[in-house]
Each structure stands twice: as C-alpha cells, then as structure tokens.
T-cell receptor, first 112, second 110 residues
Framework: GIQVEQSPPDLILQEGANSTLRCNFS?????LQWFHQNPWGQLINLFY???GTKQNGRLSATTVATERYSLLYISSSQTTDSGVYFC??????????????FGDGTTLTVKP | DSGVTQTPKHLITATGQRVTLRCSPR?????VYWYQQSLDQGLQFLIQ???????AKGNILERFSAQQFPDLHSELNLSSLELGDSALYFC?????????FGPGTRLTVL
C-alpha cells in the first residue's frame, strides 16, 4: 500500500515562531488532507489540498503532487496550536480507492 | 463541531464482550468511514460505506463488522473483545472528497 512519512516527528517552538511540517507519500494520490488533533483528541480539518496552495489565517499548505509531498506552514505559532498534525492521502483509482492512509503525525508543542 | 456525531463517548467493558458504536454522518453525506487510533498502530482505516454499500475495506478484523442503514447512520460492532482492542474509534463522513471526523468513542477493554 501507499506509504506516508511525516517530518519532523516532534517539534517544540516558542510562541510566535514559524514552522514547516512535511508529508511525503510514495504513490500518486488524488486526495490529501491535513488535520490537527488537539489535546482532547478531536480531529480538526485544516486543509483539503490534493494540489496547489491554500491559506487560512496563520496556516497555509502546499502540495506538489508530481513530486509527492505536501507542506504545512504555521506562522506566529500560539499555544493553542499544540497537538498532533496528521497528513492523510487517498489513491485515485482501483480497489479500495476510498481507503485513507495517515502518516504517523508531527507532535507540535508551543511554549509560552 | 464537524456535524458528525458518535455515541457513546466512552465505553468500558471486559474481555470477551461485544459492543456497538454508533455514528451519524453530516446531513447529506453519503459516505461513512471508520478508523481505529491506538498508541502502537496510529490511525488505521477500517472500512467505508457509501449509501448503504461497502465501498472500501482496510485492516478490519473478522471480529469487527459494520453496516450503514437506510437513514445513513452507521454502526461498528466489535465482538470477542481483547485488551488490544482498547483504542479511540473515529467515524468520518464525506459527500465528495473531504472527510470530516466525529469526536470519537474511547473504548477501554479491561
């Protein structure tokens, strides 16, 4: 199956710093999402971004599908940004096209 | 709030027992997905239903089964429970490509 690798596995920042999280995937995908899992376990949608660039406030994401990676940028980080960030991908066709594969996540800790 | 609801929020049971987890998708969403999140396995896709039909299957154990009803809600049945089944079980729904997750059911098997 498709492999998804996220880096770095852990990241500790001071409030106000910027960061870049990376997601590499091993095969062509037509569906890529970024999620934030907060300390209460809730999975929050950040971006649906199979290709291109999107921005939402302090967060932005870029996916280069031809090179099989996606980047999540967090600017001016806040303590509420702490949690685990997941990338999830799906293949376009074939058996189990609906199956999502998640990376292991990046655990972000923002210190005041 | 994603609009996806799951019940119960917490479930504590004993080994060998059977439980049913329930999911109501967002209004209008035809697809429902089930995931298991455990400390050692991460987030694992279990199964997808689309408008009542099974559409995709992941590493779902034979002791686990699911179905989607005509009103589009879904149930995940876990039987002959083992200690290793303790996990957070998520349901997600979608109408097109973007999945939205419910708050999860935390299952503890003692």
């Amino acid at each position: 199956g498709i492999q998804v690798e996220q880096s770095p596995p852990d990241l500790i920042l001071q409030e106000g710093a910027n960061s870049t999280l990376r997601c590499n995937f091993s095969d062509s995908v037509n569906n890529l999402q970024w999620f934030h899992q907060n300390p209460w376990g809730q999975l929050i949608n950040l971006f649906y971004i199979p290709s291109g660039t999107k921005q939402n406030g302090r967060l932005s994401a870029t996916t280069v599908a031809t090179e099989r990676y996606s980047l999540l940028y967090i600017s001016s980080s806040q303590t509420t940004d702490s949690g685990v960030y997941f990338c999830a991908v799906r293949k376009p066709r074939g058996t189990n096209a609906g199956k999502s594969t998640f990376g292991d996540g990046t655990t972000l800790t923002v210190k005041p | 709030d994603s609009g996806v609801t799951q019940t119960p929020k917490h479930l504590i049971t004993a080994t060998g027992q059977r439980v049913t987890l329930r999911c109501s998708p967002r209004s209008g969403d035809l697809s429902v997905y089930w995931y298991q999140q455990s400390l050692d396995q991460g987030l694992q896709f279990l199964i997808q239903y689309y408008n009542g039909e099974e559409r995709a299957k992941g590493n779902i154990l034979e002791r686990f089964s699911a179905q989607q009803f005509p009103d589009l809600h879904s149930e995940l049945n876990l039987s002959s429970l083992e200690l290793g089944d303790s996990a957070l079980y998520f349901c997600a729904s979608s109408v097109a490509n973007e999945q939205f997750f419910g708050p999860g059911t935390r299952l503890t098997v003692l």
